[in-house]
């Protein structure tokens, strides 16, 4: 990871969105959805996202893609700050920078033929790829999807969920990205499938010296693709680092709950897992709780967790971060007690 | 369908007698023109105080057979074309809708994957969960309040004196999913069916309402088929699964039997399928293609596309479900060589 520079840099970023109320929807308060996250991302990387609904990291996504606005803070992609660029310029950048959502039925326009979907792009960003090469091109992609290019002319419909996945992956590399920001890609797909298309992002990422930004709630699909992982919780980040380190050595309390949470397929392999149940639910990211945003759920919350707000302190030497008053060091973690149901 | 010919002796000890049974349980979807088999005739038993998982991905016909047993396949459309579901030894499959009705609740009870679509959005959640007490136990409406109360204490609803009157939209997602156990469990029902029901939940409440759903089955006895595609929350909350294929009922056994010795292609290309610790940021074996179109099945064994251990036989016949070990029963013409070795 010494890479010199990163391809994007997110630096202390707040997103917020206002809270109308009163007869004339004035406007009386505002929920930070994102508040105050930090993160780089480098050439060829996946970074992983990891979060519960509402903690914030699809409106990450979107911010870094100007489709909401960031209240403060900065986001450098290749050294320009994309906060402080014009709608012109944006728009010349954005090509490197392309978006695969959950729901392909939802990104695909029903009324267009597979060709016509991914020549769009071109026609949007003209010089990328010459018109007379239009035809040869889109046949490269689908077979670069692993869809077959005879199907160009089929519309979307005639699809299954996973291939219309594909199309939506082969749109996205159409302009030549550097950055994928896949938010929760592959979520709604069947287990089957959806490693066929963990496998295609994994070729690709090696083919083509992608970076990923993948948001996902689902740890395991993200601890399979992303040597770097990023937890968020009600909009703060609360524990970052490399994979292993978040995997086997999580320092965050919520980190190690998430984790607990999975379920394991083959629990009877290590019966003794200490299992952590949360209690209650995320609390409203309008009115979030005072100092450490997870205390209410937390097992060891202290008075100091309610006063002061803990910052993303250094766990080690490799970039190992968390954000807890107490955390859960190597040394300590055997010895934590394990909270009732 | 007569292709199959599953055998349907219980391999359970005889003194106890199947809650539920399903016998070569056919399922079909009519549209304007053509016939979708969803579910081919599958034979099945839940016994009471038993956790059943029907595992499979969409389409496999695992949902249909949920709706079938309570008898809600919509209609006109799903029909089931054969077989029998026998509840405590009567087949409902010939009862009327009124006659059936007298079994919801306090023999037969469902919940889905999304709570806000299964509650009215326009009555209190309270009313809603009394609304079975008032109609069939006839209690007065302080009696029913109190009950109500006690239930939503059940399913660890906090201050459910407050709640009680608060409406679905007010809840939490987890909280909704909640009420409809409450609501569910209001008459104390013999077989609850769950169908996906944390599916739309995030994975810490995911494991709030799977331990609350175990507690209830221990402390009420009931006997529970949980439909999910989620081989984490099946092996974590069964006792025993049966995996679905494209409407065929294509392994079951215990669930560590068959996720630790699965004897069917399928039930591995599944078991690969998930990213584990085990090969981190190594390729994954996912099974190749797609599910078949259930209007046009393939011939013989309905996995033959996919699999890479196909031969003509499967091709051309289709397997029968049958016991390779005690209680382990396989659908495949090769369940012994994949039993034993794997597959290639």
Redesign the interface.
Known sequence: MESPSPLLEVRELVTAFPIKSGLFRRTTSEVQAVSKVSFKIYPGEAMGLVGESGCGKSTVARTILGLEKAKSGSIFFEGKDLTKLSNKEMRALRKDIQLVFQDPDASLNPRMRVRELITETWLVNPGIVEKEDWDKEVAKLMRLVGLNPNSAHHYPHQFSGGQRQRICIARALALRPKLIICDEAVSALDVSVQAQILNLLQDLQQNLGLAYLFISHDLSVVRHLCNRISVMYLGKMIETGDREDIFETPAHPYTKALLSAIPNPKPWLNPNKDEIILEGDIPSPARPPSGCRFRTRCWKAHEICKIEEPILTPRNPNGHCSACHFPMLQESSALHTVPGP | MKTTATTTQPDTPAESKPLVELRNLSIEFHSRNKIAKAVNSISLEVYQGETLAILG??GSGKSATALAIMGLLPKPGGVISGGEICFEGKNLVKWTEAERRNLYGDSLSIIFQDPLSALNPVLTVGYQIGEALRKRKNLSKKETKKRVIELMNLVRI?DAETRYKQYPYQF????QQRVMIALALALNPKLLIADEPTTAL???????I??LLKDLQTNNHMGLILIS????????NADRVAVMYAGHIVETGDV?TV??NPAHPYTI?????????A???G??????G??PNLAEPPSGCAFHPRCSMATNLCRERQPALEEIAPGHKSACHFAKDVLNHGIS
Do not use: C, W, Y
Not at chain 2, 269 to 277: C, Q, R, V
């Open positions: 991905e969409s906090p939490s997602g987890g909280m995030d994975v810490t409440v995911q494991a709030q799977m331990r595609h989620d081989l984490g929350v099946v092996a974590e560590q996720f630790q290309g599944l078991m690969n399928s998930i990213p584990s610790d090969q981190t940021g390729r994954l074996k996912s099974i190749e797609l599910p």
